[in-house]
């Protein structure tokens, strides 16, 4: 008997000799695992099922435990002896298997490029902290290991002068980790003493790259060396011989560096000073709060909602810094807001700001009681000593932090005491219309889009051909890239006469349904609001009346809606956007924006698809943002224009860091080295400019600014995520707690939600909301009370810094928060509700709302998100303590999880599922529950075309609803045993099945759907009609199918309607008209267009039969690809391989058609689809005549017939003897001719 083999590293797979063994769980692979680690020990029950399953009480545990172990016995079969258990053990035997990772183990070299497939349990990731834990350390163990046998591995085979081999297992090291400069030196010298010096050069420069880019670092001093020597033609030794030891000299000491106190810190402040004419203040700062001055009161608290401190208050002012705390990232801008604040309060007062670098304590060393000021605040209050009263004054250094805020007016310069010159200044205005950072960029004189100037000049272009024909555009790129900034800036460029609509998704937008035409239409009618026109125009076509109320948001989706199938909804929603563009384009030429399409649902990704396809002549230019993973199918249109945005040059990056900082010689290498550091993405060049100031290291100077350590000494983080995660650190407790509620919520967050998830007192949120927005983190919606984040990276970094059990927290009151909302339908809100469920491990919510989310999915037949839901139910069910409850539930969901695992083609985890129902039922022991299971199993096989299966399956369901004495499950027992004989096309067995049960399911039960994808007396009626017709026996064929329409026209289920009209294109077909067969094939593809592939077998079979080969195999071919990826035996795969046979041999290529002909004989007899070899003998027999071999025509010809005459396939029988009549007068003309 073959060993059994336990695969750990990559996909865990199970394997006796050729076989692959499945377990039924995931948790069970687990188990399997832990246990093949440590060959020959014993583990115990109680530390396996406390680490297995931790949320359970010790019993649950334990027979959660008992019940895996049950699983993996029976998957082994005939080794399950390997497992070794007793009372309080559970082991594997290290004489019955052997792993991976023994070999791996194993002391000596070891072929490492024949065992590594990847991590250890790739793709297992289970939600338990000490399962996570113990995957992660195994993970980091495992790599190390292999990298280094690898390593040892391919300096061996150098040594050994089999460089060819040594190459192919350093760079199977560089893709575990790609930055190990030895492997990297190791594929070097290989390549180099293959004579293949121009590849080993290439592998330095792409090294060096990568180092250079995400790590901001160079190559080691050794891999610099090795490549001169290979550049230079040098025959390097692999292993340079060591210095002798007498010249091994140590370095000379570094020489000493200056410390800098510990208990202070620099940073980039503001400080405003403000002056009064005596003796309007007479207040010393100890005695403020003792004297209780109403002013003094009322300016402090104006001061400190600005994130200001007063630092020096006497009777003849005040002076004030801002910038001292983390969130006053905008200290210029919020010293501005305050200052005109300030002359609102006293317009006697006489203001001046100055900008500088100043000395703080360090956070979390205590301030110290006197407070000094330094030389940026004794500049300020020098200046505004000299400004007439009702004024203010900004140095050039502070206007550079509010430029774009504020309007200035500039005024000649200011001899300052204790300066060498005068000061450049410039006159307070008042507040700019700037309400956000993308405003204010374009109101500066910066050049933030530095390198884009020709996707600039392309998407003006398109909108010029968009006058007469509508264009698409799509900037795709990686976050940070700068996408949303080109679009604001093409908008910012629109011509008069051009209207730009702003539309953006977010992560979360994903779960909902219709999620952007939803936004679309709340524009729409908010803009028709904002121009005093009516809500509704009076003429509206019905259908986009509908589509309008539909996404409206109320909750109504009326007759009209309900009637309509899948692809017909779809239509109405497309036609509603068609419109609604219109009625927006009669009088402006429309730009619309769709911002971050990654993050689209898939009914809005069909809807988007339909639409580019149909805009023709509307007056808009279409323009998408996303990243490199949106690929639509409908980017290869003509009139679809995809940009691909790449980091910028060298020479763009340093010009855009140049605009921030300034252009002076001496800092040359600087803008160098901060370009190449921040791998020349916007974003990250932004956050890591950012980053300097707000540590002090870039300040700003009269000129422009100033760099003040060397830039050796600047300690700038690594990757883009760590400088937004530094910035997150300086945030006061009170933003950073409000940031990270709004990271909880989503991407785009209401204020009424965010403020009851943040639960502070209102004046603290308020200040706290402006902090955020001061340090342009947040920005307002378009919408009133509604507010985004700036960017996904920064939520993304906030959301991950939360700790889990606060996290977790945030989810539960999301939860509580969002389902206490009125003004949002609940349906639309299930999906939100169940992933702030699932986070906040609220198990028995995630799963109530998880399968009320999935319900709506499958209803509105997005099978995707319904299969999402579900899993997400599965999920929390299984957090849950074992109860018969919980049990039942589990069933039930995986029962409804069936058909759209079905219709998505999951073959593997449809089985999965299917088992898991199963053994879930037999341990409640309810024979009417485990019939059901076994229901849809049946169903599941006989689609799949494990006929055979199908119906062993359909006879243990009905030997279950005997026991239970449940005449329904009985009659469904016996439909599915039709169905599996319908696709066997067996008519006679088929017949004697179906026709007992045509009252049953005509009269009692016409309406009856169950727990199925649709109403059972119209998938009843036209199974009985299809095996009708296959028998001849139309007329009776015609009113099954007839009145099955009818039923289905009255459920209105998309499926009914759909099933009913196809099986009606079935008996057509068969009875040789071929235009009806046509026309209710296209009739039921425009109700359910999803399931287009289900039917391309019989759909090919009607093209053939009118004469369209090259449609029929057009067809065939791109469906062939995805029916092999469903499985061998599958159905599909046969209806389609069946009919490229035919079509092959219309074609006249009979080598091919023969070749494929008989391959697939064998798998088609082995599941007794009789149909499908009658027409394969059909075949192989009409190319044997064409060939003039009669004998073999006339053999297969009669085999087909047998088959015919056998199962009652009556129009089959008819056809065949008309071949034989034709190889019987082929036979008589050859004997006349001889």
């Given at each position: 008997?073959?060993?059994?083999?336990?695969?750990?590293?990559?996909?865990?797979?199970?394997?006796?000799?050729?076989?692959?063994?499945?377990?039924?769980?995931?948790?069970?692979?687990?188990?399997?695992?832990?246990?093949?680690?440590?060959?020959?020990?014993?583990?115990?029950?109680?530390?396996?099922?406390?680490?297995?399953?931790?949320?359970?009480?010790?019993?649950?545990?334990?027979?959660?435990?008992?019940?895996?172990?049950?699983?993996?016995?029976?998957?082994?079969?005939?080794?399950?002896?390997?497992?070794?258990?007793?009372?309080?053990?559970?082991?594997?035997?290290?004489?019955?298997?052997?792993?991976?990772?023994?070999?791996?183990?194993?002391?000596?070299?070891?072929?490492?490029?024949?065992?590594?497939?990847?991590?250890?349990?790739?793709?297992?990731?289970?939600?338990?902290?000490?399962?996570?834990?113990?995957?992660?350390?195994?993970?980091?163990?495992?790599?190390?290991?292999?990298?280094?046998?690898?390593?040892?591995?391919?300096?061996?085979?150098?040594?050994?002068?089999?460089?060819?081999?040594?190459?192919?297992?350093?760079?199977?090291?560089?893709?575990?980790?790609?930055?190990?400069?030895?492997?990297?030196?190791?594929?070097?010298?290989?390549?180099?003493?293959?004579?293949?010096?121009?590849?080993?050069?290439?592998?330095?420069?792409?090294?060096?790259?990568?180092?250079?880019?995400?790590?901001?670092?160079?190559?080691e001093q050794e891999t610099t060396e090795l490549f001169q020597s290979i550049r230079a033609g040098q025959d390097t030794p692999a292993d340079p011989p060591a210095p002798p030891a007498e010249e091994i000299t140590s370095p000379?000491?570094?020489?000493?560096?200056?410390?800098?106190?510990?208990?202070?810190?620099?940073?980039?402040?503001?400080?405003?000073?403000?002056?009064?004419?005596?003796?309007?203040?007479?207040?010393?700062?100890?005695?403020?709060?003792?004297?209780?001055?109403?002013?003094?009161?009322?300016?402090?608290?104006?001061?400190?909602?600005?994130?200001?401190?007063?630092?020096?208050?006497?009777?003849?002012?005040?002076?004030?810094?801002?910038?001292?705390?983390?969130?006053?990232?905008?200290?210029?801008?919020?010293?501005?807001?305050?200052?005109?604040?300030?002359?609102?309060?006293?317009?006697?007062?006489?203001?001046?700001?100055?900008?500088?670098?100043?000395?703080?304590?360090?956070?979390?060393?205590?301030?110290?009681?006197?407070?000094?000021?330094?030389?940026?605040?004794?500049?300020?209050?020098?200046?505004?000593?000299?400004?007439?009263?009702?004024?203010?004054?900004?140095?050039?250094?502070?206007?550079?932090?509010?430029?774009?805020?504020?309007?200035?007016?500039?005024?000649?310069?200011?001899?300052?005491?204790?300066?060498?010159?005068?000061?450049?200044?410039?006159?307070?205005?008042?507040?700019?219309?700037?309400?956000?950072?993308?405003?204010?960029?374009?109101?500066?004189?910066?050049?933030?889009?530095?390198?884009?100037?020709?996707?600039?000049?392309?998407?003006?272009?398109?909108?010029?051909?968009?006058?007469?024909?509508?264009?698409?555009?799509?900037?795709?790129?990686?976050?940070?890239?700068?996408?949303?900034?080109?679009?604001?800036?093409?908008?910012?460029?629109?011509?008069?006469?051009?209207?730009?609509?702003?539309?953006?998704?977010?992560?979360?937008?994903?779960?909902?349904?219709?999620?952007?035409?939803?936004?679309?239409?709340?524009?729409?009618?908010?803009?028709?609001?904002?121009?005093?026109?009516?809500?509704?125009?009076?003429?509206?076509?019905?259908?986009?009346?509908?589509?309008?109320?539909?996404?409206?948001?109320?909750?109504?989706?009326?007759?009209?809606?309900?009637?309509?199938?899948?692809?017909?909804?779809?239509?109405?929603?497309?036609?509603?956007?068609?419109?609604?563009?219109?009625?927006?384009?009669?009088?402006?030429?429309?730009?619309?924006?769709?911002?971050?399409?990654?993050?689209?649902?898939?009914?809005?990704?069909?809807?988007?698809?339909?639409?580019?396809?149909?805009?023709?002549?509307?007056?808009?230019?279409?323009?998408?943002?996303?990243?490199?993973?949106?690929?639509?199918?409908?980017?290869?249109?003509?009139?679809?224009?995809?940009?691909?945005?790449?980091?910028?040059?060298?020479?763009?990056?340093?010009?855009?860091?140049?605009?921030?900082?300034?252009?002076?010689?001496?800092?040359?290498?600087?803008?160098?080295?901060?370009?190449?550091?921040?791998?020349?993405?916007?974003?990250?060049?932004?956050?890591?400019?950012?980053?300097?100031?707000?540590?002090?290291?870039?300040?700003?100077?009269?000129?422009?600014?100033?760099?003040?350590?060397?830039?050796?000494?600047?300690?700038?983080?690594?990757?883009?995520?760590?400088?937004?995660?530094?910035?997150?650190?300086?945030?006061?407790?009170?933003?950073?707690?409000?940031?990270?509620?709004?990271?909880?919520?989503?991407?785009?967050?209401?204020?009424?939600?965010?403020?009851?998830?943040?639960?502070?007192?209102?004046?603290?949120?308020?200040?706290?909301?402006?902090?955020?927005?001061?340090?342009?983190?947040?920005?307002?919606?378009?919408?009133?009370?509604?507010?985004?984040?700036?960017?996904?990276?920064?939520?993304?970094?906030?959301?991950?810094?939360?700790?889990?059990?606060t996290r977790k927290a945030l989810h539960e009151k999301a939860v509580a928060i969002l389902s206490g909302d009125q003004d949002t339908p609940f349906d639309t809100m299930a999906g939100t509700l169940a992933r702030h469920a699932?986070?906040?491990?609220?198990?028995?919510?995630?799963?109530?709302?998880?399968?009320?989310?999935?319900?709506?999915?499958?209803?509105?037949?997005?099978?995707?998100?319904?299969?999402?839901?579900?899993?997400?139910?599965?999920?929390?069910?299984?957090?849950?303590?074992?109860?018969?409850?919980?049990?039942?539930?589990?069933?039930?969901?995986?029962?409804?999880?069936?058909?759209?695992?079905?219709?998505?083609?999951?073959?593997?985890?449809?089985?999965?599922?299917?088992?898991?129902?199963?053994?879930?039922?037999?341990?409640?022991?309810?024979?009417?529950?485990?019939?059901?299971?076994?229901?849809?199993?049946?169903?599941?096989?006989?689609?799949?075309?494990?006929?055979?299966?199908?119906?062993?399956?359909?006879?243990?369901?009905?030997?279950?609803?005997?026991?239970?004495?449940?005449?329904?499950?009985?009659?469904?027992?016996?439909?599915?045993?039709?169905?599996?004989?319908?696709?066997?096309?067996?008519?006679?067995?088929?017949?004697?099945?179906?026709?007992?049960?045509?009252?049953?399911?005509?009269?009692?039960?016409?309406?009856?759907?169950?727990?199925?994808?649709?109403?059972?007396?119209?998938?009843?009626?036209?199974?009985?009609?299809?095996?009708?017709?296959?028998?001849?026996?139309?007329?009776?064929?015609?009113?099954?199918?007839?009145?099955?329409?009818?039923?289905?026209?009255?459920?209105?289920?998309?499926?009914?309607?759909?099933?009913?009209?196809?099986?009606?294109?079935?008996?057509?077909?068969?009875?040789?008209?071929?235009?009806?067969?046509?026309?209710?094939?296209?009739?039921?593809?425009?109700?359910?267009?999803?399931?287009?592939?289900?039917?391309?077998?019989?759909?090919?079979?009607?093209?053939?039969?009118?004469?369209?080969?090259?449609?029929?195999?057009?067809?065939?071919?791109?469906?062939?690809?995805?029916?092999?990826?469903?499985?061998?035996?599958?159905?599909?795969?046969?209806?389609?391989?069946?009919?490229?046979?035919?079509?092959?041999?219309?074609?006249?290529?009979?080598?091919?058609?023969?070749?494929?002909?008989?391959?697939?004989?064998?798998?088609?007899?082995?599941?007794?689809?009789?149909?499908?070899?009658?027409?394969?003998?059909?075949?192989?027999?009409?190319?044997?005549?064409?060939?003039?071999?009669?004998?073999?025509?006339?053999?297969?010809?009669?085999?087909?017939?047998?088959?015919?005459?056998?199962?009652?396939?009556?129009?089959?029988?008819?056809?065949?003897?008309?071949?034989?009549?034709?190889?019987?007068?082929?036979?008589?003309?050859?004997?006349?001719?001889?």
């Amino acid at each position: 008997m073959s060993r059994i083999k336990v695969n750990l590293l990559g996909e865990f797979e199970l394997w006796r000799g050729d076989t692959r063994l499945r377990l039924p769980t995931r948790r069970a692979e687990l188990l399997v695992a832990l246990l093949a680690l440590s060959p020959g020990l014993v583990h115990s029950r109680e530390r396996l099922s406390t680490q297995f399953w931790p949320g359970r009480d010790e019993e649950q545990a334990r027979t959660s435990l008992r019940q895996a172990v049950y699983q993996i016995r029976r998957s082994l079969g005939a080794d399950k002896g390997i497992l070794q258990t007793d009372i309080r053990f559970v082991g594997l035997d290290p004489e019955g298997f052997d792993s991976d990772v023994a070999q791996l183990l194993a002391p000596g070299e070891t072929e490492i490029e024949t065992i590594w497939r990847g991590d250890f349990l790739a793709g297992h990731d289970p939600r338990e902290e000490a399962l996570e834990a113990w995957l992660t350390e195994e993970r980091a163990r495992l790599r190390s290991l292999a990298l280094e046998k690898a390593q040892a591995r391919a300096q061996s085979l150098i040594d050994r002068h089999r460089f060819v081999e040594a190459e192919a297992v350093a760079r199977r090291c560089l893709t575990v980790d790609p930055y190990d400069e030895l492997s990297s030196r190791i594929v070097m010298l290989a390549c180099a003493r293959q004579g293949r010096r121009n590849a080993a050069i290439a592998t330095y420069r792409d090294l060096a790259d990568r180092l250079r880019t995400d790590l901001a670092t160079a190559p080691e001093q050794e891999t610099t060396e090795l490549f001169q020597s290979i550049r230079a033609g040098q025959d390097t030794p692999a292993d340079p011989p060591a210095p002798p030891a007498e010249e091994i000299t140590s370095p000379p000491p570094p020489a000493p560096q200056p410390k800098e106190d510990p208990q202070f810190e620099r940073r980039v402040a503001t400080a405003l000073s403000l002056s009064l004419p005596a003796p309007a203040l007479d207040v010393d700062p100890e005695l403020a709060q003792e004297l209780d001055s109403s002013w003094y009161a009322e300016m402090t608290a104006l001061i400190d909602r600005h994130s200001g401190r007063v630092v020096h208050a006497d009777a003849s002012g005040l002076t004030c810094l801002f910038g001292l705390s983390g969130t006053a990232e905008n200290h210029a801008v919020n010293t501005g807001k305050a200052a005109l604040a300030l002359l609102e309060i006293n317009q006697n007062a006489a203001l001046a700001a100055h900008s500088g670098l100043v000395v703080t304590p360090a956070r979390g060393t205590p301030a110290p009681d006197n407070p000094f000021l330094g030389p940026v605040a004794m500049t300020a209050r020098a200046l505004a000593s000299m400004v007439k009263p009702g004024s203010c004054l900004f140095s050039a250094a502070a206007r550079l932090g509010a430029e774009g805020w504020f309007e200035f007016t500039d005024l000649a310069p200011m001899p300052v005491p204790g300066l060498s010159g005068p000061l450049p200044v410039s006159a307070l205005r008042n507040e700019t219309d700037a309400r956000t950072g993308w405003d204010v960029l374009a109101s500066r004189n910066l050049s933030p889009f530095q390198g884009r100037a020709i996707e600039v000049a392309v998407l003006s272009d398109l909108l010029k051909r968009a006058a007469t024909h509508a264009q698409v555009a799509l900037l795709s790129g990686l976050p940070g890239i700068g996408k949303s900034r080109l679009a604001h800036e093409f908008q910012r460029q629109l011509p008069p006469g051009t209207r730009a609509l702003r539309l953006g998704l977010t992560t979360h937008d994903v779960d909902f349904t219709y999620r952007l035409p939803e936004m679309l239409v709340r524009e729409w009618r908010s803009g028709r609001g904002q121009r005093g026109l009516p809500d509704l125009p009076e003429a509206l076509p019905d259908l986009v009346r509908t589509g309008i109320s539909v996404l409206s948001g109320d909750g109504q989706t009326g007759a009209d809606w309900t009637a309509l199938g899948p692809s017909q909804q779809i239509h109405c929603i497309v036609e509603t956007i068609g419109y609604i563009l219109s009625d927006i384009a009669q009088e402006d030429m429309l730009v619309l924006v769709l911002e971050d399409l990654h993050w689209i649902d898939s009914a809005s990704r069909e809807v988007l698809a339909q639409l580019v396809g149909t805009l023709g002549a509307a007056r808009l230019l279409l323009l998408g943002t996303a990243r490199p993973e949106f690929q639509p199918d409908w980017s290869t249109r003509s009139h679809v224009h995809v940009l691909m945005l790449d980091e910028l040059e060298q020479s763009q990056a340093e010009a855009l860091i140049a605009a921030h900082i300034g252009d002076a010689p001496e800092h040359a290498d600087i803008r160098s080295a901060l370009a190449s550091h921040a791998g020349r993405i916007p974003l990250f060049i932004e956050e890591v400019l950012r980053e300097l100031q707000a540590k002090g290291d870039l300040v700003q100077g009269y000129d422009g600014h100033i760099v003040t350590r060397p830039l050796e000494d600047l300690d700038v983080p690594i990757t883009v995520r760590g400088v937004i995660a530094a910035r997150i650190d300086r945030l006061d407790s009170a933003p950073r707690t409000l940031l990270q509620a709004f990271s909880v919520l989503g991407a785009e967050v209401s204020e009424t939600h965010l403020e009851a998830l943040a639960d502070m007192p209102a004046p603290q949120f308020r200040d706290a909301l402006q902090a955020l927005t001061s340090a342009e983190m947040l920005y307002r919606g378009r919408r009133p009370g509604e507010w985004y984040i700036r960017h996904a990276l920064i939520r993304d970094v906030v959301y991950q810094s939360i700790l889990r059990g606060t996290r977790k927290a945030l989810h539960e009151k999301a939860v509580a928060i969002l389902s206490g909302d009125q003004d949002t339908p609940f349906d639309t809100m299930a999906g939100t509700l169940a992933r702030h469920a699932l986070l906040g491990e609220q198990w028995q919510t995630a799963a109530h709302y998880a399968r009320i989310a999935g319900d709506r999915a499958h209803d509105l037949s997005i099978f995707q998100a319904a299969r999402r839901h579900y899993n997400d139910a599965i999920v929390a069910l299984n957090h849950l303590p074992a109860s018969e409850d919980t049990l039942r539930t589990g069933i039930e969901t995986r029962i409804r999880l069936r058909p759209a695992l079905m219709l998505l083609g999951e073959r593997q985890e449809l089985e999965r599922v299917l088992g898991e129902a199963e053994d879930m039922a037999q341990q409640i022991g309810d024979p009417c529950l485990f019939g059901r299971v076994l229901l849809h199993r049946s169903y599941a096989e006989s689609t799949l075309g494990l006929v055979r299966e199908s119906l062993s399956t359909a006879n243990r369901c009905a030997a279950q609803a005997d026991l239970c004495g449940d005449p329904y499950l009985a009659a469904e027992a016996r439909l599915a045993r039709g169905q599996a004989y319908r696709v066997q096309c067996a008519a006679l067995s088929a017949i004697d099945t179906l026709e007992p049960d045509l009252t049953y399911w005509t009269r009692d039960n016409r309406m009856v759907r169950g727990d199925h994808l649709g109403t059972r007396a119209v998938w009843y009626l036209g199974h009985l009609g299809a095996v009708y017709a296959l028998s001849g026996r139309f007329d009776q064929a015609h009113d099954c199918v007839n009145e099955a329409i009818r039923i289905a026209d009255e459920s209105a289920r998309p499926a009914d309607r759909q099933h009913a009209r196809f099986s009606r294109a079935e008996i057509h077909l068969l009875q040789g008209e071929l235009d009806e067969a046509q026309h209710d094939t296209e009739r039921a593809d425009a109700i359910f267009q999803a399931s287009t592939i289900w039917r391309t077998g019989t759909k090919a079979e009607i093209f053939l039969a009118t004469g369209e080969v090259e449609r029929a195999m057009d067809l065939l071919r791109r469906v062939e690809t995805r029916a092999a990826e469903l499985g061998q035996d599958y159905v599909l795969h046969s209806q389609v391989a069946v009919a490229l046979a035919e079509g092959l041999l219309h074609q006249g290529h009979t080598d091919e058609a023969q070749a494929r002909a008989l391959k697939l004989l064998p798998p088609i007899q082995a599941q007794s689809l009789y149909r499908h070899e009658l027409r394969l003998r059909i075949v192989l027999s009409r190319i044997a005549l064409a060939a003039k071999d009669r004998p073999q025509a006339l053999k297969q010809a009669t085999v087909a017939l047998t088959l015919a005459e056998t199962h009652g396939l009556v129009p089959d029988e008819s056809r065949i003897r008309a071949l034989l009549a034709e190889i019987e007068g082929s036979e008589k003309t050859s004997r006349l001719s001889a």
